[in-house]
């Protein structure tokens, strides 16, 4: 297994760069990094065990690393710069550390030979199809920094996009979890205070008393099985939505729901157009660009449609005419594809969809803001609020109790 080297050389311009390097022995790294054409000043093996780099937070990327990433190679690239050097720059300029080490990687791979393609596609969980793919055609067409800019445009209408549902669901969430705290708290240290004070007064106690006492003292009681309860519950729907029966149903389901169903589905419209107009107009084949989007659209429903699309493409049929027989896809979204396949701009036609749900998401986002903001009031004051009439209930009926 090849070692590790820390490195510090000089490049063309008197500058210092430092870097870690895997081969053999040190002479190999000398010769690579004078292939390279730098100056090398100071050579080491790198040290394990006690020194060695902790990485805390996890080995995710993220994607606004790799945007960044992707549109600082572009513009190396474009300046003329080779790969390796552009690779080993932003292997040593990057903050993330998992990314420094992927691209560490990478370029070890295309020292050794290899594409730059073929380099990414060895790391799937930082470089999806979508943007091994789009790089592949960038090499074959030689248009690799405007390819690595248009990922990079994506990668950002990604990142704005999640965060327009994360501002849409923060709230719902928030306020969820204070009425369970609230009911939680209540059930526990309130209702047991009513019910000392009911059994001192003696009577029959209002069915909806009845129930609140009774879940209370289950919860009291066996605390430790509604936890265990609600853990499998959360874990057993994840391993249920992983299925692929229940990925469609839950998916299905999501799209169909009130108020936020109409969000979900602009925002898989919206991947879904933006995604195959940046395949298709950095030269990637129609069959694997739908295949691509198919996995890249996070909706099994649109993906299943997208599949029937592509076989039905492979048979000689426009995109446009199968995109009819799914209800997923709007009258307006298959009309404009149609026009963009007539037109011979496809690519320019997908763009427009994507813009356009990228602006019903936004309006779309604002207006719930608005609307949930009333609703969930609402239902705190219903479980609240039912609760406390389910306490005072008897006190109604206090004087015939106390007889």
Same mark, same amino acid.
């Given at each position: ?24 022995? #040190?002479?190999? /790294? ?28 996890g080995n995710k990327v993220k994607l606004k690393d790799l945007a960044v990433f992707s549109r600082q190679f572009a513009t190396?690239? $474009? ?39 073929? #380099? ?7 470089? $999806? ?13 030689? $248009? ?31 306020? *969820? ?16 205070? *009513? ?43 994840? #391993? ?12 299905? *389901? ?5 108020? *936020? ?5 602009? /925002? ?24 691509? /989007?198919?996995?890249?659209? $996070? ?63 936004? #309006? ?34 206090? /004087?015939?109790?106390?007889?």
């Open positions: 297994m090849p070692d590790t080297f820390v490195y510090k050389v000089r490049d063309s311009q008197g500058q210092l760069i430092e870097g870690e390097l895997a081969a053999d022995n #040190a002479t190999v /790294v000398t010769a690579k990094l004078r292939e390279m054409g730098y100056i090398p000043i100071e050579i080491s093996k790198k040290q394990e065990g006690l020194k060695r780099e902790i990485t805390i937070g190396m690239i $474009n300046s003329g710069l080779s790969l390796l050097r552009s690779l080993n720059i932003l292997a040593e300029q990057t903050e993330s550390k998992p990314l420094r080490e992927t691209i560490r990687q990478v370029r070890d791979e295309i020292e050794g030979g290899g594409s730059l393609s073929s #380099a990414l596609a060895k790391h799937p969980k930082v470089f $999806n199809d979508l943007y091994v793919s789009m790089v592949r055609s960038g090499e074959t067409g030689g $248009n690799l920094d405007l390819v690595l800019l248009r990922l990079a445009e994506a990668i950002e209408k990604q990142v704005a996009l999640r965060s327009e549902i994360k501002s849409a669901m923060t709230y719902p969430v928030v306020v *969820f979890v204070m009425v369970v705290l609230i009911v939680t708290a209540m059930l526990i240290f309130i209702v047991p205070m *009513f019910e000392n004070l009911y059994k001192e007064l003696g009577g029959t106690l209002p069915a909806p008393t009845r129930i609140l006492i009774g879940v209370s003292n289950l919860i009291k009681s066996l605390w430790w099985l509604v936890i265990l309860l609600g853990v499998g519950a959360f874990f057993g729907l994840r #391993a249920w939505k992983k299925t692929e029966s229940g990925r469609m149903i839950f998916d299905s *389901f999501k799209i169909k729901v009130p108020v *936020f169903g109409p969000l979900f589905h602009k /925002v898989a419209l919206s991947r879904f157009s933006r995604t195959l107009s940046d395949l298709i107009r950095s030269g990637v084949p129609i069959l694997e660009s739908l295949d691509i /989007v198919s996995g890249t659209v $996070n909706n099994a429903v649109v993906s299943k449609a997208i599949l029937a699309v592509q076989e039905s493409v492979k048979s000689g049929e426009s995109i446009a005419r199968p995109l009819l027989e799914h209800s997923v896809f709007p009258p307006m979204v298959v009309q404009m594809i149609a026009v963009g396949e007539e037109t011979g701009a496809l690519d320019t036609m997908l763009t427009k969809i994507a813009d356009f749900y990228d602006q019903e998401i936004e #309006a779309t986002v604002q207006a719930l803001t608005s609307l949930i903001e009333p609703i969930l009031i609402a239902v705190m004051g219903a479980a609240v609020g039912g609760m406390v009439i389910a306490l005072y209930m008897p006190m109604f009926n206090i /004087v015939n109790l106390i007889k």
